[in-house]
């Protein structure tokens, strides 16, 4: 029998006192034929019935494997060894497995980060569908096809009819994800996990995601147990947060409570860690939290934060037991020394910035990029893209995937070659000279930093090995004794000590791998960086961390950045200028100030509005949801690219002409139909809303 969920609770509310699921001293152990890896060491928390609860924790904390627990998914060598998980009263551990058939996948669903390992290839949607109404609900297939379109319509998919009948892969990432969430809420399940379930998805489907998980759970009144990196997703989702630590909770408050007056230095740490939406470059310095997450078998005793914590005190927190103490109403708090440590008020130092040199480094000039696909299709990925950065300036391209931001690194880096346009540096036009036919002083002047160190570094090559090479090709110094000398200093500029020069890729982690492709890059003395996505691979404290060693390297060497990323908040805090791309095309670019300041092109907004923030007041933005997918770059719209997904569309006009550009400054322009003065107007609070 469905159980009837309790009302919900709101951010902050009391919801009822009885957990729908109650996790106690769970112990989680991985057994090996050599050794016995305890990655959850002693794990309590509960989700209340109608609640959302997030567990938010850096890669390794152990997050995803008590998710895993839960569902009983630990794999062979995965053992619950300690502990229990009640779900609405009832012993999972240890439990017969009829029973845990009735509550997994039905009463408790799980949706994933990655929507393909949910979904089987070689079925259709209706057919993957359909099982669960008929294997959890006795439903007849007729009965649960129609079940399966119905919730597809409630997970906004258009044209239930059609979708039915595809195949995953024919289905975008975001339409995925929504069918896996169709699929994990057609069991009506009283509780969801919801594992890093829009990590991958472009921000504005990220945002449509998260919004139809809100509503969706209002309207089934399903609990949630929501597992994210991301503070600002949680923020906005949660009722309650607990942070979680190599293994165990070190602060557990509601939400805004957490937020709010975060009172562990680990939970302080990862909001530092941040850029938020309201920092802009010189406003401060991202603080990174030191060192990673102990491996579970070297713990240190005590406190485990211990060794990343600047408040540690020996003889204090090295004291084993320390428990989760009452700080506050529903607060708890695993450190001993909070009430000295916390400050109400912590300012973080700003940035001391420098204005930029005006001089233009690099001039970008009508870039159009076609790749002819045969068939009499053409696939548009840059068309008059025209736009320049200065000497020692940082210019971010923001825009969603398929944008064709990347397609232009390519074509800076010689990779690829334009169609047709001019990329002028130092007097010459580089668009259409690959790689191979640059002389040496144009290569060693541009370099590259990739989302994924891995895809640069040789395995089989240690640090210093790459870093040297780079100095000997581009013949930076001269002699092996100079160019050791040089190889340690970059080393330096990275902050690692020269001992990492012997380690190779695998002894390293993802932080210290990006710290060394940024010391390669920097080894040719380049004048123009391009950072592709520098930090989205990595942790957040990691990315603090790295960012914030970028912006001081390129301050330095007054090297000029291209800067790509789809985060918006870390484009505010690392930009001087922004151009924002949607399917090939510039739709607005201007300082960081005017994209984040006032009048903005209807995607820049929407790219705006889909940024999550930690602060209370973040929550209160308008919110504006983009139905639909970006169209096929094979197949553009013939006026505004975006006129499919605008909420501000004027009419056919949209349709029919290209817009055309407005200049609103100097250095500030926008593709768009609406008039200037209507950009400019403050729009009404709920417009935006509104037109969603
Ligand atoms: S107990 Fe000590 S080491 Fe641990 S978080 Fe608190 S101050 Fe830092
Ligand atoms: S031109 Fe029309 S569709 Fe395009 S952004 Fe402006 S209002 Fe929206």
Redesign the pocket.
Known sequence: MTKVAEPISTKGERASETPLLAVRDLRIEFRGKAETIVAVPKLSFEVKPGESFGLVGESGCGKSTTAMAIMGYLGATGVVAGGSIRFEGEELVNAPAHKLRAIRGRRIAMVYQDPMSALNPVKTIGAQLAEVPMLHLGASRVEALDMAAAMLKDVRLPDAGDMLKRYPHQLSGGQQQRVVIAMALLGRPSLLLLDEPTTGLDVTVESAVIDLIGELRRRYGTSLLFISHNLGLIAESCDRVGIMYSGELVEEAPTCELFGRPRHPYTQGLIDCIPDIGNGKHSRTLAAIPGHIPLPSERPRGCLFGPRCAGFRAGLCDRPGMTLEPVGERHVVRCVRWPELEVAHRELPPLSGESAAPAAEITFSDITKFYHLGHHKTLKANEAVSFEAGKAEIVALVGESGCGKSTLARIVTGLDRATSGEIRMAGENIAAIEASARPKPLLQSIQMVFQNPDSTLNPSHSAGFSIRRSLKKFGIRKGKAAIDQRMRELLEMVRLSPDFAARRPSQLSGGQKQRIAIARAFASDPSLIVADEPVSALDVSVQAAVVTLLLDIQKTRHATMLFISHDLALVRHVADKVVVMYLGKV?EKGTVEEIFGGAT???TEALISAIRSTKPEGAERNRITLTGDTPSPVDVPR?????SR?H???GS??DREP?PIRRMSATHEI????PAEALESPRHPDEASDRS
């Not at 593709?671 to 609406?674: E, K, L, N, P, Q």
């Open positions: 739709m092109h209807p995607y006026g505004c690219r975006f006129a605008c501000r569309k004027l006009i949209c817009p593709a768009c139909h609406i």
